[in-house]
């Protein structure tokens, strides 16, 4: 086998080996999957209901983790028996998405 092909199939192994580079999160894709979550949280991620967390502008990786340990059934407490069944039902790009349409909105709600 000469040193080109060689070359290449290695390459071509070791790329089969490395597991897929995350893309980027699509806030649109997000506001999309938003709509439930409006309910509580409100249209532009102002909380409609007192007590409840605003999601406008918070921190993206927070709010990523956040999902992540409903979903897991990592945090308890408040309304987490709601949140852990909403969050069951997202995919690991639904949750990267939500945080990254949150995370884009005015901290104020664009009031």
């Known amino acids: 086998m000469n040193l080109k ?3 290449i199939a290695v390459l071509f192994t070791l ?3 490395v597991p897929a580079v995350a893309t980027a999160a699509d806030a649109e894709a997000g506001k999309a999957k938003a709509a439930v979550c409006a309910a509580c949280h409100g249209k532009n991620g102002i ?5 409840y967390p605003n999601l406008a502008g918070q921190n993206e ?3 990523v983790s956040a999902l992540k340990a409903y979903k ?3 945090r308890s407490g408040g309304q ?3 949140m852990q069944g909403q969050a069951m039902g997202l995919s690991d790009e ?4 939500l945080a990254a349409y949150y995370s884009s909105l005015p901290a104020d709600g664009g009031k």
């Open 5 to 7: 092909y060689h070359t």
């Open 15 to 17: 790329g089969a080996a």
């Open 47 to 51: 909380a409609a209901i007192p007590g």
């Open 61 to 63: 990786q927070y709010l």
């Open 72 to 74: 897991n059934k990592q």
């Open 80 to 82: 987490s028996a709601v």
């Open 94 to 97: 639904d949750i990267a998405n």
